[in-house]
């Protein structure tokens, strides 16, 4: 890795500190040589710091470390991406994150998905909402949809019509997140569990 420390006058590269479980970008950091050199030694994420014209570790003073799992270069070779397994909160603020934001696991579309299934389930008129109208059936049609989808998406891998098996998963993926928040779950649930598996 060979990072180009004398692009910038004052040696320093930008760092972006981010979870490397929850994709969050944590905070945004400068490194010298030395700095660099120290983080990967200690495997605890070191800075210099502008304001105090020195290395600095982050959580040396607060035991918020930020413990090193990967660094990547950009491809101009003066930005770091640093994935890092952070202990308690990263903001002097006591915030998770320098944007004020919660360093929680998301997943793209399907979180987005889960936020519209919950908005419709509370605030939609079964009469006007397909999803509300499952919800006031019941757990029992609810688990029986999940079933149905379940039979589809088998018949349709035993052919060869990609697009009908593609469109049956999707809606057994969309049924099965309906059943889960009437469970009082989420996908998150799930991805836990598998996660608590993987790592025994």
């Not at 320098?98 to 998301?106: L, P, R, V």
């Not at 928040?181 to 598998?194: E, H, P, S, Y």
Request: hydrophobic residues 35%; negative net charge; aromatic residues 8%.
């Amino acid at each position: 890795m060979k990072i180009d420390f004398n692009k910038n006058k004052d040696g320093l590269v930008p760092a972006i500190i981010q979870d490397v479980i929850t994709k969050k970008v944590l905070m945004l950091g400068y490194m010298n040589e030395e700095a660099f050199k120290k983080t990967n030694d200690t495997k605890q994420v070191t800075f210099y710091s502008r304001t105090k014209q020195r290395l600095w570790t982050k959580g040396e003073e607060s035991g918020n470390f930020l413990n090193l799992l990967d660094i990547k270069l950009d491809c101009d070779n003066d930005t770091l991406l640093i994935q890092v397994n952070p202990k308690g909160p990263t903001c002097h603020n006591g915030s998770d994150t320098c944007w004020n934001e919660e360093n929680t696991e998301t997943h793209g579309f399907i979180s987005q998905l889960e936020n519209i299934i919950k908005d419709r389930k509370e605030n939609s008129n079964p009469e006007d909402s397909y999803v509300a109208s499952l919800f006031e059936k019941g757990i029992n049609k609810i688990a029986q949809k999940v079933g149905e989808e379940a039979v589809e998406v088998v018949i349709e891998a035993k052919d060869n019509d990609d697009d009908l098996f593609l469109n049956e998963s999707a809606d057994l993926l969309f049924h099965y997140l309906i059943l889960l928040q009437a469970k009082g779950f989420q996908m998150q649930d799930v991805i836990n569990i598998l996660k608590k598996r993987h790592s025994n």
